[in-house]
């Protein structure tokens, strides 16, 4: 088949297939895209989040460190000082925890920046604040708070700001990562929606494909069994004789219907014979050919079933070791309604045979009625054509024959011809022959 | 006689029994910040941060001297120790001081070897008498600085406060 041919006659699969290659480009691009999505929803989660909720948790320690120390200032016992003492000591450590794991994250170069200057004005705080802790614990109050007035919160504040603007850093870096998230799963989305629809297409494309090559596997089929059929009709014109041409009836069919054995038989005075025999032992047949004689077909249902099952069914194999299971066979007729012989199907099955299987029966009934027919007809027409119409007595033509035979016959026999003449036959003849077509 | 004798004789040696079976004293640690340069004291010198007549460090920071409370075994050995009286007259002392007018001495009395300890630790003028006891030495201990009492530490067999 020519390039062209293929594409004029495959051109929608073609076109599937093309599309469905698109979707197979577009799956892998989706699953690319849902790697990345998952890859910055982790930086997200790593950077963002964890950013914000540690960043969450500095602000509290931060401020509970300077918290605590304030409350010693309420009190000029020092038993009652050093808890509060200790719990800003213990948020201290928290302060330097968090930023050791602030430190850790892959946060954006301007946000480690943030980071590095908070710790430091942090540390300055502390030098300001420790101090500060001295002087309420020696029972310096005033001092302490008026040293917490004008140095420690000016730094705290520093540094609290500063945190602040971490803090922003950190919701703009998660509201960026997240639209970055979500237009990337909008993406993904969208090819996966193209990627069902080039599945669907390539899934067309395919069954259509599969629906071609059985079209085309029919058609060849169809026309192998054409060509068999034209030659099995070329048997019969040539006047081959039946049993060949049944013969051939049989293979024809049997390729048609694979699994099945078919037997073609010719009803004779003596009863049916089995021209084309299957595969199985002769008494199988014969007792079948037996059985379906004894059975009477109705116009209405000309195919007739005899099931494994049944009684007088005995077990008979093919060559490749099937079991037969059923016999579908109907009758061969005569275009006037005569019976002419039987047709049988036998099938490893046990079932009836389903409308295709009957339909091929009933037209291989009807090509083994037509070899028949034609055979009858021609050996009628030899017989005409060498006697006598009305007596059925071999005629001048045979009589030539005959002796054209006898001549040319190599052997060195003797050769007599009696010659009886009768008179006035013609008048007998005429007088006997007339009489009665004109008492009609 | 002879029942007189041996209640004499029991007596004596349940008294010598007691007297052998009492420990010596526990000695007295005395902890400043780590800051602080000082490493030694001697006995005049801690008499005279006691008594208020040593008021700054040579660092320039200002001394407070943290006590336990009264009647507790190691203000009682300090006071014995360095200023040969006992509590109630070195508090006395203190009282006189401020009724004459002068600056009372910076004083701090804590209720534990702990609390002392961790004024020390975050005050770096802070001087402690703390018991020293290795049984009983504070979790802290470790980060303030144990100074040496006429050149010996506490674990020294010479050393003498206790």
Not at chain 2, 50 to 68: A, E, H, Y
Not at chain 2, 135 to 159: F, M, N, W
């Amino acid at each position: 088949m020519k390039p062209a041919e293929i594409l004029s006659r495959y051109w929608r699969p073609i076109v599937l297939a093309c599309v469905g290659a698109g979707g197979l480009f577009g799956a892998i691009s989706a699953t690319l895209d849902l790697y990345d999505g998952m890859g910055e929803a982790d930086a997200l989660y790593k950077v963002g989040v964890a950013g914000l909720s540690i960043e969450s948790d500095l602000q509290r320690y931060t401020q509970e460190s300077r918290r605590t120390f304030v409350y010693a200032l309420t009190t000029n016992d020092p038993n009652v000082q050093l808890p509060y003492v200790l719990q800003a000591r213990a948020a201290d450590k928290s302060v330097s925890t968090l930023y050791r794991r602030f430190a850790g994250l892959d946060l954006e170069l301007e946000s480690k920046k943030l980071l590095a200057q908070i710790e430091d004005e942090w540390r300055s705080y502390l030098s300001v604040r420790d101090e500060v802790i001295s002087q309420i614990l020696e029972g310096r109050g005033p001092e302490a708070a008026r040293l917490e007035r004008s140095s420690g919160v000016p730094a705290y504040e520093i540094c609290a700001n500063d945190l602040n603007t971490l803090k922003q850093h950190l919701d703009a870096y998660a509201v960026r990562q997240l639209a970055h998230v979500r237009i990337l799963y909008y993406r993904s989305a969208g090819k996966i929606a193209l990627l069902i629809l080039a599945t669907l297409a390539m899934l067309f494309a395919l069954s259509k494909l599969a629906d071609l090559r059985r079209s085309n596997q029919k058609l060849t089929e169809a026309e192998k069994v054409e060509r068999e059929r034209s030659a099995v009709l070329e048997l019969v014109s040539q006047n081959r004789a039946l049993p060949e041409v049944l013969q051939a009836v049989k293979r024809l069919v049997e390729r048609q219907r694979s699994g099945a054995l078919c037997s073609i038989s010719v009803l004779e005075p003596t009863g049916l014979r089995c021209i084309a025999a299957p595969d199985l032992s002769p008494e199988f047949v014969r007792e079948r050919d037996i059985e379906m004689g004894e059975m009477t077909l109705e116009a209405s249902h000309p195919i007739g079933t005899i099931l494994a099952r049944e009684a007088r069914w005995t077990t008979s194999r093919a060559s490749d070791g099937k079991e037969m299971q059923a016999c579908w066979f109907t009758q061969v007729r005569s275009s006037d309604g005569r019976i002419l012989g039987m047709v049988a199907f036998y099938v490893a099955h046990c079932r009836r045979p389903q409308e295709h299987e009957s339909s091929l029966l009933t037209r291989t009934a009807t090509l083994v009625a037509l070899a028949i027919e034609h055979r009858q007809a021609a050996e009628q027409l030899a017989f005409q054509a060498l006697h006598d119409v009305l007596t059925t007595l071999p005629n001048r033509a045979m009589l030539h024959e005959q002796i054209e035979d006898a001549l040319s016959s190599e052997s060195n026999q003797s050769l007599a011809v009696l010659w009886v003449d009768l008179d006035r036959f013609k008048q007998v003849n005429d007088s006997l022959v007339i009489r009665p077509v004109t008492s009609c | 006689m002879n029942r007189h004798a041996t209640i004499i004789v029991l007596f004596v040696a349940g008294a010598l029994m007691l007297a052998a079976s009492r420990s010596p004293s526990p000695p007295v640690a005395v902890v400043v910040n780590s800051s602080n340069p000082l490493d030694s004291l001697s006995w005049a010198e801690l008499r005279d941060l006691l008594q208020g007549n040593l008021r700054v460090w040579p660092n320039k920071r200002r001394i407070t001297v943290v006590q336990r409370e009264t009647g507790s075994p190691t203000l009682e050995a300090v006071v014995r120790k360095v200023l040969h009286s006992s509590v109630q007259e070195y508090n006395r002392q203190l009282l006189n001081l401020e009724f004459q007018g002068k600056e009372p001495v910076a004083l701090k009395t804590l209720h534990s070897d702990d609390g002392a300890c961790v004024f020390v630790n975050n005050v770096p003028g802070a001087i402690a008498f703390i018991s020293a006891d290795s049984t009983k030495l504070p979790a802290c201990a470790s980060q303030v600085k144990i100074v040496r009492v006429l050149d010996h530490g506490p674990s020294d067999p010479e050393y003498q406060l206790r």
